[in-house]
Nanobody, 123 residues
Framework: QVQIVESGGGLVQPGGSLRLSCTTS????????IGWFRQAPGKERERVAC????????YYEDSVKGRSTISRDNAKNTVYLQMNSLKPEDTAIYSC????????????????WGQGTQVTVSS
């Protein structure tokens, strides 16, 4: 059974930084992609960043490119999302998900989802 636990959310001022963590268990070798997604109130879920567990290939949504870094520590079964220069429009529930490959991640077609962690950017 796949389990996903996110942490690291919170309240941060505009221009600040946060590091989100996604720790997984029970993920089999045929699930290669792990991604971060977000959903703001009244809006559809959108992808933020994806990473391949096998080769570290990454993908970033344009809205966070240059401000965020996704990384993995396979020994700890953990994926991180470092977010810098945060803006109020980054406010959302951030969820981590596991899927088959990077195409699935980009297409928001992931198989397993975490509960999410709230990120609020406000002064």
């Amino acid at each position: 059974q796949v389990q996903i636990v996110e942490s690291g959310g919170g309240l941060v001022q505009p221009g600040g930084s946060l590091r989100l963590s996604c720790t997984t268990s029970g993920v089999t070798a045929d699930s290669d992609a792990i991604g971060w997604f977000r959903q703001a109130p009244g809006k559809e879920r959108e992808r933020v960043a994806c990473i391949s567990r096998s080769d570290g290939e990454t993908y970033y949504e344009d809205s966070v490119k240059g401000r965020s870094t996704i990384s993995r520590d396979n020994a700890k079964n953990t994926v991180y999302l470092q977010m810098n220069s945060l803006k109020p429009e980054d406010t959302a529930i951030y969820s981590c998900a596991v899927g088959y490959d990077m195409l699935a991640c980009v297409g928001l077609a992931m198989n397993y989802w975490g509960q999410g962690t709230q990120v609020t950017v406000s002064s």
